[in-house]
Structure formats: structure tokens, C-alpha cells
């Protein structure tokens, strides 16, 4: 039986991304037959992985979920919180599948989130070089002028690192008060807001509408269905991953 990288078997269980996998491998939590591994190892599908202590089942025995949420304000993008803070999980009443987020949204931000245990699907959306699309409304004050606009589009340094180009809209121009819609191709931390922040401006809101070519639509609040197939093909079709 083909042997696979270790991460790669972890990610297609559907465990977490490949990312994530990569780090439980790193810190030691992996083990397969009972002993440990180190990143870059092989094995196939027929030997047994545990992830601290609990075994993981193959690729072929997992069901797929792919589904998207309206995430409130007031959440946080985690599978459980040591703060016991609120957590995305507790609105996905109903879903029996272990799924987790991709990506992720910060407690005072709103609007688009993922969720699968397609691990590969998740590592295709989130990978930096895959730029798959994400737009956001974003309520800025106090106004915006056009040298504002321009380094917002043109991109501006954050964390020491200057952003790709962005696509920026006034959508919206009220005294005091502007909304714009921004699309980026990449998915660094607090993204919109530090970008923002960088050229003087205060964000009041801030809401993702789409994730490449799906699009939040008219789902409530705190409320989550699946994804649709054409929805599905839509989103492998932007990451270049058609099937």
C-alpha cells in the first residue's frame, strides 16, 4: 500500500487542516503503532495514528461536511476556549460530524465563516498561495480621503510585511461615518483592521459578505446550512482544485 506523508493522512481524516497537523506532529502528540514520529514521516492508511491518545479514523471512513455560518459578533473562532468565552462551535446545533473552522474571524468581527473536516479542502482555502478572494464590509470613521484609498488599495505595511493589492469601494458616505467593501487575496491575522489602523482610520464594523465565490447572502445571524454542490465546485474551481 502507498506510503503518505503523515500530515497529509491526518488533514484527509479529517481531523484538522494540514497545518494543524504539522504542529501536533511537532509538538510530539502524534503517534502511530504506538510510537512517535517526527514531521516528514510515511506511513499508509491501514496503520494506526493517535492523536493524544485517540485514534483517528482513515480518510476512506470519514463523511464529508462542508458548511457555512453567519457568525455573530461576540464569538470566538475556536473549537473550545480556556476563558470560556463564547466559541463559533456552539451555534452548529445539529451537526454530528467533528468539524472545525477554516480560517477564522475575530470575536468582534461578523458575517462569512467556513466549517468542514475535509481537511485538504480547508488547507486549499486558507494556503496563502491559492489567494482565494474574501470581501468584507467594513464601516470606517471618521471619512476617508483619496490618499487613504489609494495606500489601502495599493497596499500598506503590517507586521512588517506589506499587503498584496486590494480591491476598495466606497460603497456607502455618510458625515462621519464611511462603509467600504474590501477584497483581499490573503488571510493575515486581523487583517482589515490593522490595514485600517495604518492609515489613520477606526473600524466600527466589520462584516465578511463572500469567501472567493460564495457569498453570505441572506443568512441569519448565529445561523448555519451547508454548502451547496454548486457552491462546493465553486470554491475547488478558485483554489484550482476542480473535482
Not at 485514534?55 to 475556536?78: A, D, E, H
Not at 464590509?137 to 499587503?163: C, F, H, M
Not at 489613520?200 to 441572506?218: E, H, Q, T
Request: charge should be positive.
Amino acid at each position: 500500500m502507498e506510503k503518505i506523508r503523515l500530515q497529509k493522512i491526518i488533514a484527509e481524516s479529517g481531523y484538522c487542516s494540514r497545518r494543524k497537523a504539522e504542529e501536533l506532529i511537532q509538538q510530539g502528540r502524534v503517534k502511530v503503532n504506538g510510537r512517535p514520529v517526527k514531521l516528514g514521516d510515511k506511513f499508509t492508511l491501514r496503520d494506526l495514528i493517535t492523536i493524544d491518545g485517540e485514534r483517528i479514523s482513515t480518510p476512506r471512513k470519514k463523511k464529508f461536511r462542508y458548511i457555512m455560518l453567519n457568525k455573530p459578533r461576540g464569538y470566538v473562532t475556536t473549537v473550545s476556549d480556556e476563558l470560556d468565552r463564547k466559541c463559533v462551535m456552539d451555534l452548529l446545533d445539529g451537526v454530528e460530524e467533528r468539524v472545525y473552522p477554516v480560517g477564522r474571524l475575530d470575536r468582534n468581527s461578523e458575517g462569512l465563516l467556513l466549517f468542514t473536516n475535509d481537511g485538504q479542502f480547508a488547507n486549499d482555502i486558507m494556503h496563502p498561495s491559492r489567494h482565494v478572494t474574501k470581501t468584507y464590509r467594513v464601516t470606517v470613521r471618521p471619512d476617508i480621503n483619496e490618499g487613504q484609498l489609494t495606500a489601502l488599495s495599493a497596499g500598506v505595511e503590517i507586521d512588517g510585511k506589506v499587503t498584496l493589492p486590494a480591491n476598495v469601494v466606497v460603497k456607502d458616505k455618510q458625515e462621519g461615518r464611511v462603509v467600504l467593501l474590501i477584497t483581499i487575496r490573503e488571510g493575515r491575522n486581523r487583517q482589515i483592521r490593522k490595514m485600517c489602523e495604518t492609515v489613520g482610520l477606526k473600524v466600527a464594523r466589520l462584516r465578511r459578505i463572500s469567501i472567493g465565490p460564495v457569498k453570505l447572502g441572506m443568512l441569519k445571524p448565529g445561523t448555519w446550512r451547508d454548502l451547496t454542490a454548486e457552491e462546493l465546485r465553486a470554491l475547488r474551481t478558485a483554489t484550482g482544485k476542480v473535482k
